[in-house]
């Protein structure tokens, strides 16, 4: 080592220090990646290594099946949920960077959701949810509003959305730290110029806080968008897919590991993939296109 010149030792610890990384990279991210891929395009069960190439068949078959594509359906509820789970967000980090009293106990009440685990948050909102003696139905009994006492798991046509609130409820403190972050980044030069101007609340927030902010807006949107489609954890944990709540990528994990069809699982997950990249482009080229 002592032999070596300044340069060569230079360039000898900087690769050490890279290959360890890049090794995890090849090993835990682009090897399995290009695995995916392939088994996309066999018949592969799972099990063993016998295996037949099918071409396109798996791709064919997730666009000719309806019931494939149905459960985007179900996504559709999460991503409106998160729409207006990013809505509130904005607004409960707008008043929570005010001098409001108390607003540090209430940033830490609204993010505390977000630290339980999956499994947790389900086993509450089952008693929430539960027909008899959920704390939902005693309050609408409570209230005198017995007609609206409803099986919330039950009705297929409101299983979904109470599935959506739960993912909503779940990560809206997250979004709300990172827009109060981006909150807390405004010069307040603006805020006071405003005043003086005579702006009003709104008329601040429309055309000081919202441009200010556009950027940190664009990519919670692409968040929303990729996390519907993504949406696994709460529904499957709570219904198993069962009653029509079965997302995309419920129907590809019970492609995969109930029918044991893990080539037709694998085309899934790589359709599911270049959706989020699509997304992911055209987030991109919409950023580069207002920073220009």
Not at 97 to 106: C, E, I, P, Q
Not at 236 to 265: E, H, P, W
Request: charged share 10%.
């Amino acid at each position: 080592m002592n032999q070596l010149s300044y340069k060569a030792q230079r360039r000898l610890i900087l690769f050490g220090f890279l290959i360890v990384p890049v090794a995890l990279c090849l090993t835990f991210s682009y090897y399995p990646a290009a695995s995916l891929i392939y088994y996309s395009f066999t018949d592969w069960t799972g099990t063993g290594w016998d295996m037949n190439w099918v071409g396109l068949d798996n791709y064919k078959q997730i666009f000719t099946e309806p019931e494939v594509f149905l459960a985007l359906k179900n996504n559709a509820y999460y991503f409106v949920g998160g729409l207006i789970q990013v809505a509130l967000s904005l607004w409960f980090a707008v008043i929570l960077t005010s001098r409001l009293k108390g607003r540090y106990g209430f940033r830490v009440m609204l993010f505390l959701p977000y630290v339980l685990h999956s499994v947790a948050t389900v086993i509450m909102f089952k008693n929430v949810y539960h027909l008899d003696y959920g704390s939902l139905n005693s309050l609408l009994r409570t209230i005198g509003l017995e007609s609206w006492q409803q099986s919330w798991l039950g009705n297929p046509h409101l299983v979904n959305v109470s599935l959506a609130f739960i993912s909503m409820w779940k990560y809206m403190g997250l979004n709300m730290v990172i827009f109060i972050g981006a909150l807390q980044s405004i010069p307040s030069d603006l805020y006071e110029a405003g005043s003086i101007d005579g702006a009003s609340g709104w008329q601040k927030f429309r055309y000081i806080t919202v441009p200010s902010i556009k950027s940190v807006l664009s990519l919670m949107l692409l968040l929303t968008l990729t996390g519907a489609l993504e949406a696994f954890d709460i529904p499957y944990i709570m219904m198993l897919g069962a009653n029509g709540t079965s997302t995309f990528v419920v129907q590809t994990v019970d492609t995969a590991f109930k029918y044991q069809s893990f080539g037709l699982a694998s085309a899934m997950a790589v359709v599911l993939l270049i959706i989020v990249i699509f997304f992911i482009i055209i987030q991109r080229k919409v950023l580069f296109r207002e920073e220009r």
